[in-house]
């Protein structure tokens, strides 16, 4: 490999890689400043200046890289999946209710996007593919009650995971958000530890915008951790580097195509080798 | 960033260090926008070609006068005042194309559309799924076209659903039936692909070469990040795009992404979606999302 200096020019084009990427300017700046002390002057392969970018990266993300077990104690543990429209909210409950499956566990759905044009249809034919029974109700109906109505199934069948969809919404819409307020107040009724946890799906193409969705989302309805689709892409997702500085939400799993088995728990390194162009092991 | 332009000293001309300090704070508020940084870099080099040296009447501060290049600029770059219209001047039935990632909008936008057609220009509109890979890609559609076929005087349907048959084919039929029946415009909603998929590109690829689309439409979250050029990129290269439909400008977004895809494709952007309701699209207006995009 071509040895190089790690000189100001250097450090500047990978912060525009770090632009580029997603982590916004001033993190990646911030990055940059950091990795300079370090680093700085010294005369490295570019192979190495990566590694040791990715390594910095990678501690930031470290200590959000917290694995998603749902708690064999709790029947159901109940998981309410929220997020901006088309994030891959319905996909993903799919692919968890699949790895839940795989696991021996037993898993219910409920439909709680009422909104939207075929989406119980959608999930319903998720819950055929895994083997998952689907509680629906009617196009327009009240998601919160159909919450209540699975969340009281579940308990009574002694299910182990309880898997929630809801409508996109986008968070600075105060109406649409009051709901997601009620289905979680309405399941307490039922159940006042529950739901266990809110995840928020976030699409890795997302730019600055996702740290107001985490923001308004976290503030609103408490969410417990992420999930971030659509790393198959060109997109780096390195929005995640500013949300883990930020938030330190937990970051649980990671979507990588649009199959049941396309479902990752989230590895700070890969994902940080992935953010510097680095190939991550698949 | 208003801020920035106040801050400029006052003189007849604008010199070389007040444009770059204000270009410098232009330069964070694209990126902090998701503007794609070679589409800011090459923006900020033509205003500061443009700026640099510039007169100053006596009535507007340095700042102002900076600002008001930056805006007209971008303005210009986002396309010009002025909307620039859908395609109906070819033979009816007139093919649509709708594409872009998974997610996007593009089922939706073609419900949207249809409304539009079929409401103020009297069409009579079909809406074709392609959608072969998303579980109930083709009865969301089908159930789309239901509410506005209610809300049109039945002037839209959604062409009916055959298990099993593949894109290609369902576009023919689309647009045999379209010309049996007499359909002013077939809309084909495809399912969303990654820039990436080479298969997938290659499917589309094969549907507009049967099609012969007098729009092909990429539908863009608004929430997009810097990924917006690859995306661009690769749907313009490899497919063709007439016009962009920038989704979800109903969220707080800078909406950035707009400017890349205008950079990047050359093709117009043609509508915003603001809601997820078919009546919310509206056409573009470049100067209210220019003054976004800088956060005034
Ligand atoms: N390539 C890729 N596509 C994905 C992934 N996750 C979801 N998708 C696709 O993204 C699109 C939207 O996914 P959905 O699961 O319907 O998203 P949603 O958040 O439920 O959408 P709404 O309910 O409409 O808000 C679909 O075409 C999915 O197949 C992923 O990890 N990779
Ligand atoms: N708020 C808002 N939501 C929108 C807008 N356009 C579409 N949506 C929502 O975004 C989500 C995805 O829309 P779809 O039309 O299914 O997207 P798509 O591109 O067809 O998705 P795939 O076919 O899976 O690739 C749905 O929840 C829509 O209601 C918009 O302009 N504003
Ligand atoms: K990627
Ligand atoms: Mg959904
Ligand atoms: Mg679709």
């Known amino acids: 490999f071509v040895k190089r200096l790690l000189d100001d020019d250097t450090l500047e084009e990978l912060e525009d890689e770090l632009i580029a990427a997603d ?7 911030r990055i940059i400043t950091k990795f300079r002390e370090t680093s700085f002057g010294q005369n490295v392969t570019s192979e190495e200046i990566r590694a040791t970018l990715a390594h910095e990266i990678s501690h930031v993300l470290e200590p959000v890289a917290v694995p998603f077990t749902p708690d064999p104690e709790k029947k159901p543990h109940v998981v309410l999946v929220v997020g901006v429209n088309g ?3 319905t996909t993903t409950i799919g692919k968890m209710a699949h790895q839940y499956r795989q ?36 196009q327009g109906g009240d998601a919160a009650g159909l919450a209540y109505d699975g969340l009281k199934r579940a308990t009574e069948e002694k299910t182990d995971v309880l898997l929630v969809d809801t409508a996109g919404r986008l968070h600075n819409k105060n109406a649409l958000m ?3 307020a009620k289905i979680i107040r309405v399941m307490k009724k039922f159940d006042d530890t529950a739901p266990h946890s809110v995840l928020l799906v976030l699409d890795a193409t997302t730019g600055q915008n996702a740290i107001e969705q985490v923001r308004v989302f976290q503030e609103l309805v408490n969410v417990s951790g992420l999930i971030v689709t659509k790393l198959d892409g060109s997109a780096r997702g390195g929005i995640v580097v500013a949300l883990a500085e930020k938030f330190k939400l937990p970051v649980h799993m990671v979507g990588v195509g649009e199959k049941a088995e396309d479902l990752r728990p989230f590895s700070a390194q890969d994902y940080a080798r992935g953010l510097v162009g680095e190939a991550a092991t698949p | 960033m208003s801020k920035v332009f106040e801050g400029l000293s006052r003189g007849g001309k604008l010199s070389e260090s007040d444009v770059s300090e204000a270009m410098r704070e232009v330069r964070l508020a694209m990126l902090e926008a998701d503007v794609a940084l070679p589409v800011v870099r090459s923006f900020v080099k033509n205003v500061k070609e443009r700026a640099v040296g510039g007169e100053v009447l006596d009535d507007v501060s340095p700042g102002q006068a900076v600002a008001k290049i930056v805006n007209d600029a971008l303005i210009e770059a986002l396309g010009g005042a002025g909307v620039v219209p859908l395609n109906l001047s070819a033979p009816a039935p007139i093919p649509f194309l709708m594409v872009g990632l998974q997610g996007a909008g593009k089922t939706t936008t073609s419900g949207k559309l249809a409304l539009r057609l079929a409401g103020r220009d009297r069409k009579k509109v079909l809406l074709a799924s392609l959608d072969v890979q998303r579980p109930a890609a083709q009865l969301q559609l089908q159930q789309l076209a239901e509410q506005v076929g209610q809300q049109t005087e039945g002037r839209v349907t959604s062409l009916a659903i055959v298990d099993g048959q593949q894109p290609v084919e369902i576009a023919r039929r689309a647009m045999e ?4 029946e007499g359909y002013d415009v077939v809309v ?6 990654l820039a990436i998929d080479e298969a997938l590109m290659d499917e589309v690829r094969q549907v507009r070469d049967a099609t012969s689309p007098a729009e092909t439409l990429l539908v863009v979250d608004a929430m997009t990040g810097q990924d917006a050029v690859n995306t661009a990129q690769a749907f313009k290269d490899q497919i063709g795009i007439t016009g962009v439909v920038m989704s979800r400008m109903d969220g707080d977004a800078r909406g950035g992404a707009a400017l890349s895809m205008k950079a990047v494709t050359g093709a117009p952007i043609k509508f915003t979606g603001s809601g997820e309701k078919v009546s919310a699209l509206e056409e573009f207006h470049p100067e209210r999302v220019a003054g976004r995009i800088l956060g005034l």
């Open chain 2, 188 to 193: 084909l909603d495809t399912a969303g692909r």
């Open chain 1, 87 to 89: 994030t891959g909210k």
């Open chain 2, 177 to 180: 039936t379209g010309r049996r």
């Open chain 1, 178 to 180: 009051e709901e997601l």
């Open chain 1, 23 to 29: 982590l916004g300017p001033a993190v990646a700046e």
């Open chain 1, 103 to 138: 696991e021996g566990k037993s898993v219910t759905l409920v439909a709680g996007d009422t909104f939207r044009a075929a989406a119980v249809e959608q999930l319903q034919v998720w819950g055929e593919r895994v083997g998952a029974p689907v509680i629906a109700g009617k």
